[in-house]
């Protein structure tokens, strides 16, 4: 069995708490404007292939690492980046998605959909706060 030492810190002689840096934040709205323009320029003329998937893997691609450069553009330090891409044939079929996370207030989550008659888009970009 283990006892309390009763052991504490020393108070400062001023009684002040010493001040911590701000922590940084993430501007979304940045971002987000970078991908609506970023998903159109990319796909306008975009046409699902089931025999091009390498063409589709190189738009997922492109997409997820110009996203994650603008991100680190944005906030270069103090977050981690997670982007997630899909592209999907668009057959007028409906979907849904939902995201449920436990996280920080300046960790955030912005989801962006583009769509054509040939296929659509969904990207997702999170920036987790480390400091």
């Not at 668009?90 to 054509?116: A, I, K, P, T």
Request: net charge neutral; charged share 20%; aromatic share 8%.
């Amino acid at each position: 069995m283990t006892t309390s030492l009763g052991l504490r810190s020393p108070i400062s002689r001023s009684g002040a708490v010493s001040p911590q840096a701000p922590r940084p934040a993430f501007d979304t709205e940045v971002l987000r404007s970078y991908v609506k323009k970023l998903l159109p320029t990319t796909l306008s003329h975009a046409i699902w292939s089931p025999i091009e998937r390498d063409q589709v893997k190189a738009w997922m691609k492109e997409i997820g690492e110009r996203v994650k450069e603008r991100m680190v553009e944005i906030q270069p330090h103090g977050f981690k980046y997670i982007v997630l891409v899909q592209i999907t044939e668009n057959m007028g079929q409906g979907g849904r998605s939902h995201m449920v996370s436990h996280w920080e207030d300046g960790d955030v989550c912005l989801n962006e959909l583009f769509y054509n008659d040939s296929l659509f888009c969904t990207c997702t970009a999170i920036a987790v706060r480390t400091l």
